[in-house]
Each structure stands twice: as structure tokens, then as C-alpha cells.
């Protein structure tokens, strides 16, 4: 079964600085990838995601991530944070199984930005 | 329109009840999704649906009763849960079950009593 880790699990930065968010998966078949985050409040939406094409992908409010195959992982990226960044944030990946695509998410990474 | 809407947002219910959440959306999306969300912890995927089919149960106690009747409708029928199941319980949709990006609702938050 898909395993997905998040290698920080709380991370607090201030304003400016840049952000840099692990991400591994377990299985290595076609895989898909997908960050997404959840603003205190509100609920779960995608921040970006890799289907295929350009390893670097870019996403909403500066964000982007980098697939890299050999590692298995795809982590997330943000040159300088801001206070609004705050929030929880989750690697997810969809991978094959069964002729089905089972969604998996990681356990998480709550990011606090200091103003 | 990219929402998909839950209700009620919240819910308190004894051990003994029957309830139903429901979800629901309009974008077109094909398949529909239940999870399970603790605080501070990610998503647990219960149930996918696929085309109106129940096409993944991750080996959800049977007191969670999915159903889909239609494409744009989705409802967790709820029947003897125990204190444990209090959770946010959220839908999501994809355009299919293959690949596509899931939008999610604001969830439902359940508390057993």
C-alpha cells in the first residue's frame, strides 16, 4: 500500500524567509501528486499538482514543487513566506491499485508565519 | 461553480440515532468521496464512488452506510456510532476516480455523544 511522509510536522518561519516542505511516497508506479492546503477555518484546497510533463510545477500564491522520480518525493517551495501562509498543510498522491486510484494523504505540516 | 457543498456543518448525536449527512455538487464530477478527518491529523479516505458505484470501501465499520443516488448527490447514512467516530467528515469530487484533482467540502463536524 501507498505510504506518504511529511518530514516536518511544524514549522514556524517569519515573514520573508523561505519555505521548503518534504514530501516522500512509498510506491513507485504512475503516480499522482498534489499538495494541498487548509486555512484555519476553511477547508481543504489544492495548492498545485504533477500529473506528468515538467517536473517543476507551479501553483497558487507563489507556490510551486518539484517531482523528482529517483527520490520518490515532491516537495513543496515558496521563496518568501507571508503571515497569510499560515496553515496546515498536506502532500497527497493518488497511485494505481486494483484498476482503481487510491488517494493517500501525508500527516500533515502546520506552518505558522510570524509577522 | 467549483463547490461542493455539505450539511448540516454541524451535528451532535447519541449513540442510539439514525442520521444522514449529505453532499452535494454540480460541476459534473463522476466520482464522490467520503473522509474521515481527526484533528490535526490528514484525511482518511472512507469511501469512493465512481459513476454512481461504490468502487473503494477501505474497510469502514458498517455502521457508516454510503449512498449515491445520482451523480450529483452523495449521503453518509449514520446508525449506532460510538463516541470514537466524532470526527470532521468531509466530501470531495473529481472530475473521474483516475487522476483528477478532488475538491473538497467544508465538512461536516460530527460529535457522538
Known amino acids: 500500500a501507498q505510504s506518504v511522509s511529511q518530514h516536518n510536522h511544524h514549522v514556524i518561519l517569519s515573514e520573508a524567509a523561505s519555505l521548503e516542505l518534504g514530501c516522500n511516497y512509498s510506491?513507485?508506479?504512475?503516480?499522482?501528486l498534489f499538495w494541498y492546503v487548509q486555512y484555519p477555518g476553511q477547508h481543504l484546497q489544492l495548492l498545485l499538482k504533477?500529473?506528468?510533463?515538467?517536473?517543476l510545477v507551479k501553483g497558487i500564491k507563489g507556490f510551486e514543487a518539484e517531482f523528482i522520480k529517483s527520490k520518490f518525493s515532491f516537495n513543496l517551495r515558496k521563496p518568501s513566506v507571508q503571515w497569510s501562509d499560515t496553515a496546515e498543510y498536506f502532500c497527497a498522491v493518488k497511485s494505481a491499485s486494483g484498476g482503481s486510484y487510491i488517494p493517500t494523504f501525508g500527516r500533515g505540516t502546520s506552518l505558522i508565519v510570524h509577522p | 461553480d467549483t463547490e461542493v457543498t455539505q450539511t448540516p456543518k454541524h451535528l451532535v448525536m447519541g449513540m442510539t440515532n439514525k442520521k444522514s449527512l449529505k453532499c452535494e455538487q454540480h460541476?459534473?464530477?463522476?466520482?464522490m468521496y467520503w473522509y474521515k478527518q481527526k484533528a490535526k491529523k490528514p484525511p482518511e479516505l472512507m469511501f469512493v464512488y465512481s459513476y454512481e458505484k461504490l468502487s473503494i470501501n477501505e474497510s469502514v465499520p458498517s455502521r457508516f452506510s454510503p449512498e449515491c443516488p445520482n451523480s450529483s448527490l452523495l449521503n453518509l447514512h449514520l446508525h449506532a456510532l460510538q463516541p470514537e467516530d466524532s470526527a470532521l467528515y468531509l466530501c470531495?469530487?473529481?472530475?473521474?476516480?483516475?487522476?483528477?484533482?478532488?475538491?473538497f467540502g467544508p465538512g461536516t463536524r460530527l460529535t457522538v455523544l
Open positions: 470531495a469530487s473529481s472530475q473521474d476516480e483516475l487522476r483528477d484533482t478532488q475538491y
Open positions: 510506491y513507485g508506479g504512475t503516480v499522482n
Open positions: 460541476m459534473g464530477h463522476r466520482a
Open positions: 504533477y500529473f506528468s510533463g515538467d517536473p
